[in-house]
């Protein structure tokens, strides 16, 4: 993969590397309930998956992707929010956890790979779909989601009451690309209690223009 920024390499991390993957996810201590701090991170390369990307040698961005039906998430309160927004047990579904990337490698590029890395291992999971969630209060690359196709479902507060944006995607490996609905509903990236109200609607996001307004078009 590259980018103006150089080469990256993406790769899976072993059990071995924990200290690199904790200082990385260990940004979030001081933020909110961390979901890969302390144990739970243990609790995630047992039951799933931990990616890093690295340019240099040097670790740049980390992300996980775990089985919805695993013992680990299905106590979290993450799992009953999730389940309850979208009406499914979530059996058939992986899930994308919050991307951590450097300050200074903050680019789409980055984020755009684990994008296309988390459809990709959950087909070979077997599973049909795949949801991202991520907090408010760090980066999340809604253009590059809504590129690839994924749709943004809801606003809601989990762990800690925190707010995530849920976003979801079939794991059918077709082109998609981003379109402007007919008729859409249209709510600045701002408006977060809009945002949560026209997803409770059955609403769901599927485009950002440049002035970061999201257009909704009526859920299937």
């Known amino acids: 993969m590259c980018c103006n920024k150089g080469v990256f390499i ?13 200082k990385c996810f260990s940004e979030w201590d001081n933020l909110f309930y961390n979901p890969a701090g302390g144990e739970n991170l243990d609790e995630i390369m047992l039951y799933g998956q931990v990616w890093g990307i690295f340019r ?6 980390c992300s ?8 680990f998430f299905r106590k979290t309160n993450a799992c009953w929010e999730i389940s309850d927004l979208m009406n499914d047990d979530l059996k058939d579904c992986m899930i994308a956890g919050y991307v951590w990337q450097d300050k200074d490698m903050t680019v789409p590029a980055v984020y755009s790979a684990f994008i296309r890395l988390w459809i990709v291992q959950s087909a070979k999971m077997k599973k049909n ?22 749709k943004l479902k809801g ?3 989990l762990d800690n009451l925190v707010p995530h944006y ?11 690309e981003m379109e402007i609905p007919r008729n859409p509903k249209i709510c600045h990236r701002t408006d977060t209690k809009q945002l949560s109200y026209l997803c409770e609607q059955n609403w769901q996001g ?9 257009y909704f078009q009526k859920g299937g």
Do not use: C
């Open 10 to 22: 993406v790769k899976e991390l072993s059990m071995k590397e924990r200290p690199v993957i904790r």
């Open 56 to 61: 240099n040698e040097n670790i740049v961005a």
């Open 64 to 71: 996980w992707l775990i089985p919805a039906d695993s013992a």
């Open 129 to 150: 779909k795949v949801v991202h969630y991520s907090p408010l209060h760090i980066y999340t690359g809604i253009k590059q989601l809504f590129e690839s196709g994924w």
């Open 155 to 157: 606003l809601r507060g």
């Open 166 to 176: 849920i976003f979801e995607r079939d794991t059918e490996l077709y082109n998609t």
């Open 206 to 214: 599927v485009a950002v223009d440049r002035r970061q307004n999201i």
